[in-house]
């Protein structure tokens, strides 16, 4: 049974940095794809960044050149380093891994239809 917890959030003022950490296990085979997602209130979740099995990245145009997703050594740890924050960056964060555990990702920007694991969030706050 795949488990992922997210870990590393907290407040920061804006131009910030915090990096986020995801913790996998029950894989049976490879890293799979995986991604991060974040929700505000009132918002509908959206896809922040992904990362393929062979280390090829995509990122939503809201954050391109200020996070970096990234994979740990070991296959079950993937981050994501977020620089430059801003107040509307603020929202929960989560992790998952693809649907079916594929290790390729999706063409486009990430989209929560196409994962099918995820951890629990953590809050990121961006304070003015």
């Known amino acids: 049974q795949v488990q992922l917890v997210e870990s590393g959030g907290g407040s920061v003022q804006a131009g910030g940095s915090l990096r986020l950490s995801c913790g996998a296990s029950?894989?049976?085979?490879?890293?799979?794809?995986m991604g991060w997602f974040r929700q505000a209130p009132g918002k509908e979740r959206e896809g922040v960044a992904d990362?393929?099995?062979?280390?090829?990245?995509i990122y939503a145009d809201s954050v391109k050149g200020r996070f970096t997703i990234s994979q740990g050594n070991a296959k079950n740890t993937l981050y994501l380093q977020m620089n430059s924050l801003k107040p509307e960056d603020t929202a929960m964060y989560y992790c998952?891994?693809?649907?079916?555990?594929?290790?390729?990702?999706?063409?486009?920007?990430?989209?929560?239809?196409?994962?099918?694991?995820w951890g629990q969030g953590t809050q990121v706050t961006v304070s003015s």
């Open positions: 029950g894989y049976p085979y490879s890293r799979p794809c």
């Open positions: 998952a891994a693809r649907l079916g555990l594929w290790r390729g990702c999706p063409l486009g920007p990430p989209r929560q239809d196409d994962f099918g694991y």
């Open positions: 990362i393929a099995s062979d280390g090829r990245t």
